[in-house]
């Protein structure tokens, strides 16, 4: 856990890895947790004087491709900056394209946390190996319906009878 308020009074940054198997969260959308994650967490203040923490993450992540089942490794590259605010009213001030986190009561922030959110978010709902061969299927052609005779036919025939 790291003081985000302290953190960005200081403009620390933080650069490592983590592997994919600590990450509980994600492990279960992978096919397996075999490989680690880079990750820099940069602390700071933007122009407009805005609180930040910017995510950096690159993985590749072994997922099961929607088109063939089997395993693939999914290169993602994350960049994400995070506006702190301390209340729901600070959000609508953020700049575009800055998402809002709250960090706990004491300032409290875990970056490992905040890298395994970033991760979630750029798996693909419906993971397909960009090398798989797509499937053509071919359908049957239009199978003639067999024409068979309305039982009510011979109904209508008494009906013309009577008149």
């Not at 693939?72 to 600070?90: I, K």
């Not at 409290?108 to 798989?132: F, K, M, N, W, Y």
Request: with cysteine; glycine share 6%; proline share 9%.
């Amino acid at each position: 856990m790291l003081d985000a308020w302290r953190m960005v009074a200081a403009r620390r940054q933080f650069e490592g890895s983590l592997p994919l198997s600590g990450m509980s969260r994600l492990a279960g959308t992978l096919a397996d947790t075999d490989g680690d994650c880079r990750f820099t967490l940069e602390f700071g203040r933007d122009a407009l004087d805005v609180p930040f923490v910017e995510v950096r993450a690159e993985a590749e992540l072994p997922l099961v491709c929607q088109r063939s089942l089997e395993r693939f490794l999914l290169p993602v590259s994350v960049v994400q900056r995070l506006g702190l605010v301390t209340d729901e009213a600070q959000e609508a001030a953020l700049p575009e394209g800055m998402e809002p986190i709250q960090p706990g009561p004491d300032g409290a922030l875990d970056p490992a946390g905040l890298i395994e959110d970033e991760l979630i978010l750029a798996v693909p709902v419906v993971p397909i190996d960009p090398r798989s061969v797509e499937v053509q299927a071919e359908w049957p052609a239009a199978v003639e319906e067999e024409v068979r005779p309305n039982p009510f036919a011979a109904l209508a025939a008494l009906k013309d009878t009577k008149k």
